[in-house]
């Protein structure tokens, strides 16, 4: 009897090029992949709810399968974490029934990235947040922030290497909190496109310290053209929060690892 298997994984993203599976190895799905194939000793292949890129920090990326081994939940998130580095595991299984799709069912996705405001660069934070040593104005920000939210053409966001059949996202909700030095911005959208997140986040920078006006977040908006936007920012502070799902699937949609960034 096949059975399918949702499970949910933190993991750093700092030594891996990403979660898609690549031919030379080294990203966050092979690691998994590997790790359930020697569980189960057979081959397995997961369906994840969102790739992230390089760098990219996963704290409930939620993945599916289809497998023929019988094991309880805590069987599933012992044995695989037993056979995956450190840096990457399991926080949960269930068991979703035959339909579930982890990325087709999601009916959103969140993402946060943590950034630092200091003169100097990071060194314990290194890799677990981004930086910027020019004082950011948190009103301008939220004020351009609120001008992306709604159905949209993101195209001016969009990486050139995004195979996203659309352009067009719904952004629900874009939250920018500071605590001490720490400043937290919080995305909610359907879905995201490639480097969109990071997109954005050039372009709140580049209001925050003043560089450019908050209705030129607008302009670039309604250019629908990548070359106007600021740079990428970097991966470094990226988190990808992870989907969420209707409430009768009673996924969880919290790990012990949220609660570790301010």
């Not at 580095?85 to 999601?106: E, K, L, T």
């Not at 200091?118 to 104005?137: K, Y």
């Not at 003043?210 to 908006?221: K, T």
Request: net charge neutral; charged share 20%; hydrophobic share 40%.
């Amino acid at each position: 009897m096949t059975t399918r298997v949702a499970l949910g994984i933190s993991y750093r993203g700092s030594a891996y090029t990403g979660w898609q599976s690549q031919p030379m190895g080294g990203t966050v799905q092979d690691a998994l992949e590997h790790a359930l194939g020697q569980f189960v000793t057979q081959p397995v292949r997961t369906i994840c709810a969102g790739r992230t890129d390089t760098g990219v920090h996963g704290l409930n990326q939620v993945v599916h399968f289809d497998t023929e081994v019988d094991r309880e939940p805590f069987s599933w998130m012992r044995g695989t974490n037993r056979f995956l580095p450190p840096d990457i595991s399991v926080q949960w299984c269930a068991f979703p029934g035959p339909d579930f799709h982890a990325r087709n069912h999601a009916r959103g996705r969140r993402y946060a990235y943590l950034l630092l405001e200091s003169p100097v660069r990071p060194a314990i934070e290194a890799g677990s947040a981004g930086w910027v040593f020019r004082p950011l104005d948190g009103h301008a920000m939220q004020a351009a922030a609120q001008l992306l939210l709604g159905e949209h053409d993101f195209s001016s966001f969009r990486s050139a290497d995004c195979q996203a059949a659309s352009p067009i996202k719904i952004v629900r909700d874009i939250r920018i909190s500071k605590r001490g030095a720490y400043w937290r911005f919080d995305f909610d959208a359907s879905a995201f496109l490639h480097h969109m997140v990071r997109n954005i986040m050039g372009c709140l920078i580049a209001v925050g310290t003043g560089a450019r006006s908050v209705d030129w977040l607008q302009e670039v908006l309604d250019a629908r053209d990548r070359k106007i936007a600021a740079p990428t920012f970097p991966a470094d502070g990226l988190y990808f929060l992870g989907p969420y799902y209707d409430a009768e699937l009673k996924l969880p949609e919290h790990t012990a690892a949220m609660d570790w960034i301010p």
